[in-house]
């Protein structure tokens, strides 16, 4: 028979053989969530990992309605292209870590957007990143440029639970946590006595299940409370559609009948409101019940409008070498991409190897290729 002195001393560890059962419960589908990340389902009973949802359920649920609010345009936009780079949608949880679906977030380390890139980071993976156009607040560019990204780094580490370390520590800093342990085990790695990885790289690791756990609960639950949640901060109420450069928010609010504040709201990535001629073609959000006046009222410029405004009065023939875009393109003829674009009817900024593509050029642009190109310039 257990004496009290044993049975004081045995008390401490009740919860922890307790708690994995009601948090299995509380999150059903927390086996789904670890094994897209190559998690062991185990870990839902990790003491820190306990520890971590036990202090932090309550204020994480709050960010997480809070998150989906602000980033309710952009989720359904973001399932579609980590899907279509093979990625699982569960990534969307890595944006909402990152920024909170705060379209202007930026970190102290002045990492900037809804996927923090640092500039560096950013220019590697094609963004624009200057004075007038910074690609990392733009929620279509950044989501394409995070998807490579992280496909790169399973690319070195094999294992999405490692792109997750990577992306938030740097991959020189994992590579060196690897070796030390001489392990790239999971829970190795996210020891908190040996410390291979840094606290917020683990905190970071842990915020993202947990966000993960409540958001598939949330989609897949029945009950009454989580299926308002899903109505409210959810909805299917926006479209994105291309728009070419060279106009402005404004001016597309006015054809299809919408209030101006409502698409700066929907686009904060378009600065000032304003679509330049030198990014070619975008995609923005518009309230989905003004798509009928969309399709019917906008048009793109067309070619004989472009060749009246710019003088152009002839067409080159350009085949598309591997590795070239549309920006190198329109820097050899010196010309915008917005003029490629519409004489091409691209529908969007991608170019590939072999395209043959028609370049309108004045006589004058003409005549100073063709001079540059004897001369070999």
Not at 85 to 102: K, W
Not at 229 to 245: A, C, F, H, M
Not at 347 to 364: A, D, E, F, T, Y
């Amino acid at each position: 028979m257990m004496n009290r002195r044993t049975f004081i001393l045995a008390l401490p560890l009740l919860p922890a053989l307790l708690y994995p059962t009601a948090l299995q419960k509380s999150y059903p589908n927390f086996e789904t969530v670890f094994k897209e990340f190559d998690i062991q389902a185990s870990y839902i009973e990790n003491p820190d990992f306990m520890k971590f949802v036990t202090l932090n359920e309550e204020k994480y649920r709050r960010f997480y309605k809070n998150s989906l609010k602000r980033g309710a345009a952009y989720i359904p936009m973001f399932k579609q292209l980590l899907i279509s780079q093979g990625l699982s949608d569960l990534f969307i949880y890595m944006s909402m870590t990152e920024s909170g679906f705060q379209t202007y977030a930026r970190s102290p380390k002045q990492a900037a957007g809804l996927w923090q890139f640092m500039a560096a980071t950013a220019k590697r993976f094609n963004l624009k990143v200057g004075k007038d156009i910074d690609e990392r607040y733009d929620p279509v560019a950044s989501t394409e440029a995070a998807s490579k990204y992280i496909r790169f780094l399973y690319s070195l580490f094999g294992k999405w639970y490692l792109v997750l370390m990577a992306y938030n520590c740097g991959e020189g800093r994992l590579k060196r946590a690897i070796e030390r342990a001489q392990t790239d085990d999971f829970e190795t790695l996210m020891s908190e006595e040996k410390r291979y990885i840094p606290a917020e790289t683990r905190r970071y690791i842990q915020k993202i299940l947990l966000l993960s756990m409540m958001g598939e609960r949330i989609r897949s639950s029945k009950k009454s409370e989580e299926k308002r949640i899903k109505r409210e901060i959810l909805p299917d109420s926006e479209t994105l559609v291309n728009i070419y450069g060279g106009t402005t928010l404004e001016e597309i609010a006015a054809l299809i009948h919408a209030n101006p504040g409502e698409l700066y709201r929907l686009n904060p990535q378009i600065k000032g409101g304003v679509i330049p001629p030198e990014i070619s073609i975008t995609q923005i959000f518009i309230p989905t019940k003004r798509l009928p006046w969309f399709r019917a009222y906008y048009h793109p410029p067309t070619l004989k409008e472009i060749f009246a405004r710019e003088g152009y009065t002839k067409l080159v023939t350009h085949i598309v070498k591997g590795g070239e875009t549309l920006r190198d393109i329109s820097s050899r003829y010196r010309i915008p991409e917005l003029d490629i674009t519409i004489a091409n009817s691209l529908r969007s900024r991608k170019v590939h190897n072999g395209q043959i593509l028609m370049i309108p050029m004045s006589q004058k642009s003409y005549d100073d290729m063709m001079t540059r190109e004897m001369n070999g310039i």
